[in-house]
């Protein structure tokens, strides 16, 4: 072989591997942006499973967290219902990741041998703001929380 033809091989396997290594780092890449793009999917938008607030397992602070929303729209949730609850003592939730949190709780509105429920669906900002933004009255301890 001369020293041309050494040359014209060298530079061809090194544009061969060059472009393989593109390739491959092409396809890495657009399977991280590919899962990072899922991840995503799952975060946003869908609802959480419901979280019972009586199974023990919820912290005080969660317990707290969800009381005190409940507590902060129980005038407008009131209005919303057309009548006053004894007591809004929530029981489960679940959340939704949007432009802030929709939170859906499920609470008890009257005294110890009432059990009326209702599911309040609220929205918290990413600045603080709660607001009440729909409301199902009527429900039982063995409805379920849906979308709504």
């Known amino acids: 072989m001369t020293t041309s033809s050494n040359e014209s091989l060298f530079r061809s396997s090194f544009y061969h ?3 393989n290594k593109l390739v491959l780092l092409g396809v890495l890449l657009l399977g991280i942006i590919g ?6 999917k799952k975060r946003m ?3 959480t ?4 607030l009586d199974n023990g397992l919820v912290s005080d602070e969660e317990k707290n967290l969800i009381q005190g929303l409940l507590d902060k729209v129980k005038p407008d949730a009131e ?3 057309r009548r006053k609850f004894e007591e809004l003592t929530p029981v489960a939730y679940a959340t939704q ?12 509105t009257g005294g110890t041998g009432d059990k ?11 600045g603080g703001d709660v607001t009440v933004h729909s409301i199902q009255v009527d429900k039982t301890e063995a409805d379920p929380i849906t979308y709504f």
């Open 17 to 19: 591997i060059t472009a």
């Open 116 to 126: 009326r429920y209702v599911v309040i669906r609220l929205h918290k900002s990413f």
């Open 79 to 81: 209005l919303e219902a």
């Open 35 to 40: 899962a990072s793009m899922a991840a995503e």
């Open 49 to 52: 499973g419901v979280t019972s």
């Open 97 to 108: 990741l949007v432009n802030g949190v929709n939170y859906f709780i499920k609470a008890n």
């Open 45 to 47: 938008g869908g609802m």
